[in-house]
Structures are given as C-alpha cells and as structure tokens.
C-alpha cells in the first residue's frame, strides 16, 4: 500500500483524477468512485479518539450493502481495498482515525498521526524497555470504535 493517506500534496487516482490536500477533487469525472466515497464517509464518522481498522471499515461497508441489496452480489472491497482508497484520497477526512490492526502508526505518517493521537486523547501503548526512539502504538483494545454510538472501547 502506498502511504500518501495524510496528502501532503496532490495525488492522482486510478481515474486520472487528482485530490489536493484540501480535499478538492479535480480532474476526469470530477467525482469520487462511489467506494472511494463511502469509506471516507466512514472514515469522518468514526469519534475523535477512536479508530478503526482497514478491515472493521470494509466489514461496515459489507454490512450496509447487504442490508441495501438483501445479500445479493459480490463484496465490494476488503481491507486492501479500503487501504488502496485512503492512501488515494484519505487526506481530506482525518485519515489517521483508520488504521492497521495490529496497532502500528502508520509508515513515514507516524510523528504527525502520534500528534492526532495525543491532542484526541487516543490510547497509546508507549514503548517498553529500551524503547527510546521507538513509537508508541495504538492500545486497540480501548482505542478501536465498533461504529455504535457510544465511546466504550471495542472487545
């Protein structure tokens, strides 16, 4: 996966299209393809101080097409999928809210994702030991958000 999630500058999309780190989307189609749209839905829904896996995103979004389809048809996406479009398009919706699951921040985004963590108040994991110049990660038993309504951490 490539890890362009924060936008720092201008990405194109397998569309030609390309997204600014503004979140304007310009080019070919001057729209979004509608998966791409909905897991940045997602992605906007999830609380300050949670997070969700690539994978709980993909299973919410098979969750709602199964209720919007009655079952019937392929899965649209799995965690890669979601990855492919928040490495793509991630930079407008606070993309360090998806996340992987084993906790680890993400790859050449960490010191700005550990900033969002810490000003939201995220549960982290600090290092142990001789853990000096390591990253913390993500405490995924508090910090992962099961798309209910509350805060509660997800078991």
């Given amino acids: 996966m490539s890890e362009q999630s924060p936008a720092a500058d201008a990405h194109e999309g397998s569309d030609g299209a390309r997204q600014g780190s503004d ?3 310009e080019g ?3 729209a979004l393809p509608e998966y791409a749209e909905r897991v940045l839905e997602v992605a906007e829904l999830i609380p300050s101080g949670r ?3 690539y994978g709980d995103v993909a299973e919410w979004l098979e969750d709602e097409r199964r209720e ?3 079952g019937a048809g392929r899965p649209e996406g799995g965690p890669r999928q979601v990855g492919r479009v ?3 398009y991630g ?3 606070p993309w360090w809210r998806v996340v992987r699951a084993d906790g ?3 790859p050449g985004h960490e010191r700005r994702a550990l900033d969002h963590y ?3 108040g995220t549960p982290l994991k600090e290092p142990g030991g001789s853990g000096r110049g390591r990253m913390p990660r993500l405490d995924m038993r508090w910090a992962r958000w099961d798309g209910e309504t509350g805060t509660e951490g997800h078991t």
């Fill in 104 to 106: 680890a921040l993400l």
């Fill in 68 to 70: 919007r389809t009655a």
């Fill in 118 to 120: 810490r000003a939201e």
């Fill in 28 to 30: 070919p189609g001057d």
């Fill in 51 to 53: 997070v969700m896996t």
């Fill in 91 to 93: 930079g407008a919706v």
């Fill in 86 to 88: 928040m490495a793509l």
């Fill in 23 to 25: 979140g304007a989307h």
